[in-house]
């Protein structure tokens, strides 16, 4: 009779113990798991955000090109004399030449950025 109890008691602790085991294992899978659909979510978020920025940039170059043209045409159609009125014209067309080509460097900068996401992703 003594030994009956004894069995049991052990069957309940091994089973305990199996039931701990498993516990753990679905928490660990379950965490793995949670941790890779946030990291595709992250991936998919910041896929996101270099595309955003990069058209952003983008507009930002295409709005700055047209007030170029705009201005160059403001200069030649009037052919300003007063020659104070020129370099101030040639410093804004210079200034705005000068964002420009910062707009590029910049989107150059994304999207180096952005292959470099993309190659870690295959």
């Known amino acids: 009779m003594a030994s009956e109890g004894f069995e049991s008691v052990s069957f309940q602790d091994s089973f305990q113990d199996t039931l701990d085991t498993v516990a753990g294992f ?3 899978y379950g965490e793995a798991v949670n ?4 990291d595709e979510i992250d991936s998919q978020i910041h896929h996101s955000q270099n595309m955003g920025e990069i ?3 983008f507009a930002a ?6 007030y170029l043209k705009t201005l160059q045409n403001t200069l030649i159609t009037q052919r300003i004399t007063d020659n104070q009125l020129t370099q ?3 410093t804004e067309f210079e200034k705005n030449l000068n964002q420009v080509s910062d707009d590029l460097d910049e989107l150059k900068q994304k999207i180096r950025e ?3 996401f993309l190659s870690k992703q295959i």
Do not use: D, H, P
Request: charged content about 20%; aromatic content about 14%.
């Open 114 to 116: 952005f292959r470099l």
């Open 88 to 90: 101030k014209a040639l």
């Open 55 to 57: 058209v952003g940039n």
């Open 35 to 38: 941790q890779t659909y946030q």
């Open 61 to 66: 170059i295409s709005y700055q090109i047209s």
């Open 26 to 28: 679905m928490e660990k």
